[in-house]
């Protein structure tokens, strides 16, 4: 692992790193915030997901997650959104290929020698992080917006043990019944949905997937709201299992990370309490 | 005046703005934010000048101050750093040109027809802000980082009585003393040094510009501390002048916005004590 930089903010310090992923088969890049603290102290991680275009960068320089992080001793971790560079297929759309990764292992043409962030995500940068940072283990929550809820949705119906408290902004909770959703799992997985399910927060709940119970912020102004994001299928599926689910529909708010960082403080709070 | 965009964000609005200049002769962007308040009422305005290569953006995406500003009750406004678009000069140095006005008015040649930041922002954007937000006029204070750190101290000893309080992070206090300013104030004001005094905050303090007080935040591992912004000279200059300078070194702390971020919230203190 390499260090591309490192700068003091807030009562830590934001690193960003580079290592040669074996899941991608690329370079990878990602952001570690990790507060002041103790010699030896092991902290609980938050890893946050980003969505469609976004790298490990957006969050770090506009999420304003420092200064209540270190307040709660949270270390996060921030990853891209998929294999990047020279010799990674990519596609003219903003919602496939590079910055576009979907948090799936791709199965199809030309995405999978590349294509497997679920891999990465869960596996791989997970036992990174835990031998280059003080991190307890056993204290992991994950969130992220928009591409990222689903992924943090996703990964912690599929692996609550690992991953203690789950959150969201603005998730695609229901990729298969969402144009961003169909395209990417189709063309990552093939058009068998029975492979989709595992990737579909919704379809998850309903073959039995539990969590402890998940919060929300959703902006009622976000413009991808009734196409793409669909929070009552959520809230549906949530219902008919029993899962606690708290969804706050933000008046005025959009998609964008004026909305994220508004609501950050909230969604740090949350994990914190159940870290 | 045309809305570029509007995004609601912790209590309030941080919109982007757009309007034909006649201090530049150009079109200038700018933003401004403005927290929820009473029909009819009146809010202080703390203005923000930015750095090198910045434009109105660096600081509405990185600077986090909405939350604490929507708290306080501060209208934000966040000025482009120099005049832009084809026609206008440029310079390959990112220290000189668009991106580079240094607050000044250009007064040699390619510069003079459009490098007006002085007369913008001390005259032309206060008036624009005045028409269109709700801003108390009585109450207005201004800060900067770098070269918007000397932009905010020389503007505010030059007109103690209509910027009520002034800060600062990491500000290039003495340009007539430094490389970045020796350069800049050599190619807009040319090289009669004496037109360069009241450019200057050291030398504006020593012919007898007085501020009630100062607060300055400097990174003491910034890369530009020793050869471009040598706050000892603002410190000796105060110190003659019985000037009060809250000077905080900050241990570890670099000339990014991490250290911007981290200490946004003392300077919007310092800001609404005095506004």
Redesign the interface.
Known sequence: METVST?????GV?GVYRHASSATSTDMTFAVYVPDHDSGQKLPALWYLSGLTCTHANVM??G?Y??LASELGLIIVAPDTSPRGEGVPDDPGYDLGQGAGFYVDATQEPWAEHFHMRSYVEQELPALVAEQFPVDVQRRGIFGHSMGGHGALTIALRNPGEWKSVSAFAPIVAPGQCPWGKKALGRYLGEDQSAWREHDACALIDDGARVTDILVDQ?A?DQFLGEQLKPDLLVDACQRASIPLTLNL?????H????I??FM?DHLRWHAERL
Chains 1, 2 share one sequence.
């Open positions: 700068n003091r903010s807030h009562g934001q320089e506009k304003e420092r200064r902006g102004a933000r008046e005025g708010h959009d964008s990370y004026f909305t960082s508004t403080d």
